[in-house]
């Protein structure tokens, strides 16, 4: 059983991210509210396919005034981590390096799936 995003989450996870700086505020709850609900939606049974519609959702949605991408960096990592999993990154690799290519519609859903899989490790 995979971890299911609560919105107090997701709010928790706005607020770090603010600490780097940003403007607070949410400007469409719904798809904040659609970003979490998605990966449970039943047409993602993988933990690759849950986290890649999770980071997707939460970053193209722009939920919030400021900090989407922070945001979605953090609760990727925290659905990933209490799913009982970790991200086995190379040395080389930033996380964060990904979301920006998602921002940027370099990366789509179908090029997480498998960037998800092959970095995903139960504990």
């Known amino acids: 059983m995979h971890y299911r995003v609560r919105l107090a989450d997701v709010i928790a996870a706005h607020d770090e991210a603010l600490t ?3 403007r607070a505020g949410v ?3 719904g798809g904040i509210e659609s970003a979490i609900s998605l990966p449970y939606a ?4 993988s933990i690759s396919r849950k986290a890649a519609a999770l980071l997707r ?6 939920g ?5 991408k ?6 990727t990592d925290l659905f990933i981590r209490r799913s009982g999993y970790h991200l086995n990154l190379d040395p080389k690799e930033r996380f964060d ?3 920006v290519d998602v921002a940027s519609g370099r990366v789509g859903f179908d090029e ?4 998800f899989k092959a970095r995903l490790v139960r504990r």
């Open 42 to 45: 039943g047409y993602h049974r």
């Open 97 to 99: 390096d990904l979301i």
């Open 20 to 22: 780097y700086g940003g």
């Open 112 to 115: 997480l799936v498998p960037w």
């Open 70 to 75: 922070r945001t979605a960096l953090l609760i």
């Open 64 to 68: 919030f005034v400021d900090g989407n």
């Open 27 to 29: 400007v469409n709850l």
């Open 57 to 62: 959702s939460l970053v193209q949605n722009h």
